[in-house]
């Protein structure tokens, strides 16, 4: 069975920075496509960054700059790091997981951002 958990929300003043993580469990990691999404209040959801198996990295054109995703395989985790944080960045942050070649994706619960002094 195919877990997808994400992890590191929280409570940040303006300024602050957070990495958010997002471990996906139940297949080898490496067939995975990984990407964050966030979906704030009365919005919808909203792609931020994606990174392939292989380490290309993908960002809306509005995030880049301000995001940075990675992966580490040795922990089956992908990563967001956020920096200079804006209000605006408070969301609900979701992590997804892509096997391609199986049709599948796979989503986490999300984890609760919020931008605040």
């Known amino acids: 069975q195919v877990q997808v958990v994400e992890s590191g929300g929280g409570l940040v003043q303006p300024g602050g920075s957070l990495r958010l993580s997002c471990e996906a469990s139940g297949r080898p990691f490496s067939i995975y496509d990984m990407a964050w999404y966030r979906q704030a209040p009365g919005k919808q959801r909203e792609f931020v960054a994606s990174i392939t198996a292989t380490g290309t990295t993908n960002y809306a054109d509005s995030m880049r700059g301000h995001f940075t995703i990675s992966r580490d395989h040795a922990k089956n985790t992908a990563y967001l790091q956020i920096n200079s944080l804006r209000p605006e960045d408070t969301a609900v942050y979701y992590c997804?997981?892509?096997?391609?070649?199986?049709?599948?994706?796979?989503w986490g619960q999300g984890t609760q951002v919020t931008v605040s002094s």
């Open positions: 997804n997981a892509r096997w391609i070649t199986a049709g599948s994706n796979y």
